[in-house]
C-alpha cells in the first residue's frame, strides 16, 4: 500500500470482506474504484479496525463514496443516545418527571380498568369452572386430612396382623373417594355468547375482548373446541378482529363445522385480505367441501406471502395430486344428499351437496347461538371469493331466500308483479331506459320492451339444475334492462349454489363468473371484475369475454400494460374486434408516454393462444380470377423484393470493388447472378475482380458469357482481352482489343495494351519453336551462336512495360523485369512510378524476394542518379500491406543485403533528407 503507513499482512475473515484483498485497501485503488458497493465492503473493513486503525484512509474513502453516490447508506452516522452528561439538568429532570407522572397515570388507568372489568364479570352470571360440574365440600375434605393425619404408626407385629381386604373396603367405602370425577361441561347454556358493552370505553372493550380471547385459547389448548367457539365469539361481540374470527374458525374446522368456518374466513379475508391463516384455514374448508382448484389457488396465495409455509406447501401438494387424478375416481368417493320439500329444519339446511363420510348430513348443528345466525344470515349471498367478498349492499334485500336444491320451489325467486310492471316498461332502480344490450353469454335475446310471457325463465341452461337455471335467466333479464345490481345477486346465487350442488360444469361456472363480472364492470368495482374475469378463464382458458372485460377492469385501474396484453390475447382469439383495435392504439400511447421508447421491455409476456382457440372467420373458396390475380400479386411481389434485393446486392460489389475487396465483391456478384442470371454488367464486373486476382480462365469465361447476352459490349472485350493476356493467347487478345478500338478509337488503355501484346506476338513470331511467356527468353541450341549481351538486353527492355499505369500492370513488367534479373528495367519502373503509390501498385505481389530486387535496383540504379526519389520510395515502401510479414519472414542474412543501400544513402548529401532521417527509416527496415 502506498502513503504514510504500510498494512499488516493479513487477510479478513467477515463474510461481507473475505474476498477483498489486501492490496485493495490503498489510496490509488480507491481512488480509480467506481464500485460503490465494492467500495463500501473496503470502509466496512477499514472502519472494523481488524487490519489497523488508519483514520486519514477512512476518512479519504468516505469522501470517495461521497462523490460517487452522497445518498450512501454507508455513509449514514447514527447519533449517539441521549444520556444525563449530554443533557442540561433541567432538561433531564424534566425527562425524568414526565417518565415518572406517565408510568403512574399508566398503572392508575390499568388498575381501574382490571378492577372495573373483574367486577362486571363477577356480576354477570358466569359458567362453573371448566372440566368439572361440582365443587368439592371443604369440611369433608378438611375432615379426611385430618383423620389422616391422625393415623399413628404401627410396629412389625401390628402389620403381621394386617387385614388387606377389609382395608380395602374401607377405602372404597371413603366418601372423599367416591366424588364425581371432572368431566367436561357436556354444554355451554350458561355462557352467553354476547357481551353488553355500550356504555365502556374503547379501551376498556379492548381488555374485555383480549380477556375473553385468552379463555378461548386455553379451551382450545384443552381441546374444548365448543367452548373456545364460545369464548371466540363473546370477543367478537365485543370488538371484532381479524385473530379472534380466525381462531374461530380453526375451531369450527376442528368441530368440521365448515359452514361456520368459511363464514369466518370470509370476514378474516374482508378485514386483511392477504391474511394467511384466513387463506390457509378456507382452502382447507374448501378441500373438505370438494372445490379442490379454489383450495389451491388460496394455498397459492399463502405461498406467495409466506414462502416457508410447510402446511401450505404440503397441502397444496396433495391439492395437486387429487387434481391430476381422474374425474371419475373424484367423483367416486361423494354422496349427493337431496332434501325434500317439507325438510325446512333451519337455515343450514337445504343445497344437495357432496358430503364427507365423516360429515353430518344437514349442516351445521341446530345449537348454534343466535348471534352466530344473525352473523351469517347474508353469507349465501356472497360468493366465496377474496375482497369483500360479495353484491352490492343496496340490492341484496331484494331476494334474500337461499336456494334449497332440486326438491325447492322457486317462488321466492319470481319477479314481484311491480318489477314486472318496470321491466315491461323499460324503467327500474338501476337504469332509466331499457335498451341497453345485454352483453351476455347466454339467455333470452329478445327486443327490451320484453314481458314475462314472452321471456321464459325456466329454459334451460347447459348442465345447471332448473333452479339455477331459473336464476341465471333471471339474471340476464335483469341486466338487460339495466337492473346490474338485481343481476348481481341472482349470478352470486346461481354461483353459490352451484358450489353447493356438487354438479361438475365448468363451461357454465365460467359463464356464470362471466357474467357477474359485467356486473361488477357496470357499477364500477373494476376489482371484483378482475377477480371473477380471472376464475372464468381459469375454468376456460382463453375465453373471448372474460378477457375483453378483464382488460376493460385492468384500463380503468390505470393498469396499461396488463390491459394492453389482456387486448392483444383478445386479438389473437378475433381479430376482428374493433374494440380491442382501438384500445391497444389508445394503450400504447400511454404506454410510450409513461414508459418511453423501451415501453415494451417492460410489458408481462403476451400469451400465445393456441390454433383450437382462435376464431377464424368462414370464408368462402375464391374464384379463379381472385387466384389469378393473388398469384399475379405474389408474382409482382417478389419481383419488387428481388429486384431491391438484387439492387443491394450489386451496389455492395461495387463498394467492396472500390476498396479493393474483390474476394467480398465475388460473393456479391455471385448472389446477383443467382437472383438475374441474363445481367451482362454483373458479368463484366466479376470478370474485373478474377482478373485482380489473377484467376484468368473464370474471368475469360465471364466475359464469354456478358458477350453471349450482349454481343457488342465494350468492357467484355477488354477484359477477355487482359485474361487471354493473362493466359498467353496474345492472338485472341490482340482480337478483342482491335474490337474495342473499332468501337471506340479514343480508348487509350487498349492502345497501349495492344501495342504491348503486338509486341509479344512479334518476338514469338523470331523464336516460333519456343513457348510464348510474358517476358520470352532467347535460346539457342549449342551448335548456334549466342546472342549478344546489348542485344539480349534491348529485346527484353522492349518486352517489358516501364510505365505500368494500374496494379496489374506493374506486377507483369515487375515479374519480367526480376526473371530476367533486368535490375536496370526495375530501376526505370521505380523512376516512373510515384513513390505514394507504390504501397498500392505492389498489392499482393510483395514477399521476400521481391523486396531484395527492389532493394537491389535501388542501390545499384537510384542512388546515385535519384537519392531523393530511392528516400521517398523507402519512406512508402514499409507502408505495403504485408511488408511486416515479409520482412519477418525475411532470413538474416538477407536482410544484411539491405544495410548497404541505408549506408550509401547516408553518405549522400542531399537537402531533402539528413542522415539522421536514414537512421531512423533503417530501423524499419533492419
Known amino acids: 500500500m502506498t502513503g504514510a503507513f504500510c498494512l499488516p499482512n493479513q487477510s479478513t475473515r467477515d463474510e461481507d470482506t473475505a474476498n477483498i484483498p489486501i492490496e485493495h485497501l490503498d489510496y490509488g485503488y480507491i481512488q480509480e474504484c467506481k464500485d460503490v458497493k465494492y467500495l463500501e465492503k473496503i470502509l466496512k473493513i477499514l472502519r472494523s479496525g481488524k487490519v489497523g486503525l488508519y483514520p486519514h484512509l477512512i476518512e479519504f474513502c468516505e469522501k470517495h463514496v461521497e462523490q460517487l453516490d452522497p445518498r450512501c447508506r454507508a455513509l449514514r452516522k447514527d447519533n449517539p443516545v441521549a444520556t444525563p452528561a449530554s443533557l442540561s439538568t433541567e432538561e433531564w429532570g424534566q425527562i425524568v418527571d414526565d417518565m415518572k407522572k406517565w408510568q403512574e397515570e399508566s398503572r392508575m388507568v390499568e388498575t381501574s380498568l382490571n378492577h372495573r372489568a373483574v367486577e362486571d364479570l363477577e356480576r354477570d352470571t358466569l359458567p362453573p369452572v371448566r372440566g368439572a360440574n361440582c365443587s368439592v365440600p371443604v369440611c369433608k375434605n378438611s375432615a379426611a386430612k385430618q383423620k389422616r393425619n391422625t393415623t399413628k404408626p404401627r410396629d412389625y407385629r401390628e402389620w403381621d396382623k394386617f387385614d388387606v381386604e377389609k382395608e380395602c373396603q374401607k377405602i372404597d367405602g371413603d366418601p372423599v373417594a367416591t366424588e364425581t370425577p371432572a368431566i367436561k361441561n357436556a354444554g355451554h347454556n350458561k355462557i352467553k355468547t354476547s357481551v353488553e358493552t355500550s356504555r365502556r370505553t374503547t379501551q376498556e372493550k379492548l381488555i374485555l375482548a383480549n380477556h375473553e380471547k385468552d379463555k378461548g385459547n386455553e379451551a382450545f389448548r384443552a381441546h374444548d373446541y365448543e367452548e373456545a367457539v364460545a369464548y371466540y365469539s363473546r370477543s367478537i361481540s365485543i370488538i371484532p378482529t ?54 389451491a389457488e388460496d394455498l397459492r396465495q399463502v405461498l406467495e406471502e409466506e414462502p416457508q409455509n410447510t402446511a401450505a406447501a404440503q397441502l397444496l401438494s396433495e391439492m395437486e395430486k387429487k387434481l391430476e387424478e381422474p374425474e371419475q375416481k373424484n367423483k367416486g368417493k361423494r354422496i349427493l344428499i337431496e332434501e325434500v320439500e317439507d325438510d325446512k329444519s333451519g337455515d343450514e339446511a337445504g343445497a344437495a351437496r357432496p358430503v364427507e363420510p365423516s360429515q353430518p348430513v344437514g349442516g351445521e348443528e341446530s345449537s348454534a347461538a343466535p348471534a352466530e345466525r344473525g352473523d351469517m344470515g347474508n353469507a349465501q349471498k356472497k360468493p366465496h371469493g377474496r375482497g369483500d367478498g360479495g353484491p352490492h349492499s343496496e340490492s341484496s334485500n331484494s331476494h334474500s331466500g337461499h336456494w334449497r336444491g332440486k326438491g325447492a320451489t322457486a317462488d321466492k325467486y319470481k319477479v314481484p308483479q311491480e318489477s314486472k310492471e318496470k321491466v315491461a316498461n323499460g324503467t327500474g332502480k338501476r337504469g332509466s331506459s331499457a335498451s341497453v344490450q345485454a352483453d351476455q353469454d347466454s339467455g333470452t335475446k329478445g327486443t327490451p320492451d320484453v314481458t314475462r310471457e314472452a321471456v321464459n325463465l325456466d329454459a334451460p341452461c347447459g348442465a345447471l339444475p332448473p333452479a339455477l337455471s331459473r336464476l341465471k335467466n333471471e339474471g340476464n333479464l335483469l341486466f338487460k334492462n339495466g337492473q346490474f345490481g338485481d343481476a348481481l345477486e341472482k349470478y352470486s346465487q346461481a354461483i353459490q349454489g352451484y358450489s353447493d350442488s356438487g354438479i361438475n360444469s365448468p363451461d357454465d ?16 368495482n373494476s376489482q371484483e371484475c378482475i377477480q371473477d374475469c380471472t376464475r372464468s378463464l381459469e375454468l376456460q382458458p382463453f375465453s373471448l369475454k372474460p378477457l375483453l372485460r378483464r382488460a376493460m377492469a385492468y384500463e380503468s385501474l390505470e393498469r396499461y400494460r396488463k390491459a394492453y396484453v389482456d387486448y392483444k390475447t383478445v386479438l389473437q382469439i378475433d381479430v376482428s374486434v374493433q374494440a380491442a383495435h382501438d384500445s391497444v392504439n389508445r394503450i400504447t400511447k400511454m404506454l410510450i408516454d409513461q414508459d418511453g421508447p423501451d415501453w415494451r421491455e417492460k410489458l408481462p409476456e403476451i400469451p400465445l393462444v393456441p390454433l383450437s382457440a382462435q376464431q377464424h372467420p368462414r370464408e368462402e373458396p375464391p374464384s379463379a380470377e381472385v387466384l389469378q390475380a393473388r398469384a399475379e400479386k405474389a408474382a409482382r411481389d417478389a419481383e419488387r423484393r428481388a429486384e431491391s434485393r438484387f439492387a443491394s446486392l450489386k451496389q455492395d460489389g461495387n463498394e467492396f470493388v472500390k476498396k479493393g475487396h474483390f474476394q467480398d465483391a465475388l460473393g456479391k456478384y455471385t448472389e446477383c447472378l443467382k437472383l438475374k442470371p441474363e445481367e451482362c454488367a454483373i458479368y463484366t464486373n466479376r470478370a474485373l475482380c478474377y482478373l485482380k486476382q489473377e484467376r484468368f480462365a473464370e474471368a475469360k469465361a465471364d466475359c464469354d458469357a456478358a458477350l453471349k447476352l450482349e454481343p457488342t459490349n ?91 499505369s494500374n496494379a496489374y500492370e506493374f506486377g507483369h513488367a515487375l515479374n519480367a523485369a526480376r526473371s530476367s534479373n533486368n535490375m536496370a528495367a526495375c530501376a526505370q519502373i521505380l523512376s516512373h512510378t510515384p513513390p505514394e503509390k507504390l504501397p498500392q501498385l505492389l498489392s499482393t505481389h510483395l514477399d521476400g524476394p521481391v523486396l531484395l530486387f527492389l532493394m537491389q535496383a ?41 544495410a548497404g543501400l541505408f549506408e550509401r544513402l547516408s553518405a549522400v548529401e542531399s537537402s531533402d533528407f539528413t542522415r539522421s532521417d536514414v537512421q531512423n527509416l533503417a530501423n524499419k527496415y533492419i
Open 858 to 898: 535501388m542501390d545499384s540504379h537510384l542512388v546515385d542518379q535519384n537519392p531523393g526519389l530511392v528516400y521517398r520510395h523507402l519512406c512508402h515502401l514499409h507502408t505495403a500491406g504485408r511488408f511486416s510479414v515479409v520482412l519477418m519472414l525475411l532470413e538474416k542474412d538477407k536482410r544484411g543485403q539491405m
Open 509 to 524: 361456472l365460467c359463464i356464470l363468473y362471466s357474467n357477474r363480472a359485467a356486473c361488477y364492470l357496470k357499477d364500477g
Open 242 to 295: 381479524v385473530v379472534a374470527y380466525n381462531n374461530r374458525a380453526q375451531a369450527s374446522i376442528k368441530l368440521k363445522q365448515w359452514h361456520r368456518a368459511m363464514m369466518d374466513c370470509q370476514k378474516v379475508l374482508e378485514m386483511d385480505p392477504r391474511n394467511a391463516k384466513g387463506l390457509l384455514r378456507r382452502a382447507t374448508v374448501y378441500k373438505h367441501k370438494g372445490d379442490l382448484k379454489r383450495a
Open 714 to 804: 465494350k468492357k467484355a472485350f477488354y477484359r477477355r482481352a487482359l485474361a487471354n493476356k493473362g493466359l498467353q493467347d496474345y492472338q485472341a487478345c490482340s482480337s478483342d482489343l482491335q474490337e474495342v478500338l473499332r468501337q471506340d478509337p479514343g480508348v487509350q488503355e487498349a492502345q497501349r495494351e495492344l501495342e504491348e501484346v503486338t509486341a509479344l506476338l512479334q518476338q514469338a513470331t523470331r523464336s516460333p519453336g519456343k513457348t510464348m511467356r510474358v517476358v520470352p527468353v532467347t535460346e539457342v541450341d549449342s551448335s548456334r551462336q549466342t546472342a549478344s549481351p546489348s542485344e539480349s538486353r534491348s529485346t527484353e527492355e522492349a518486352s517489358i512495360n516501364l510505365r505500368p
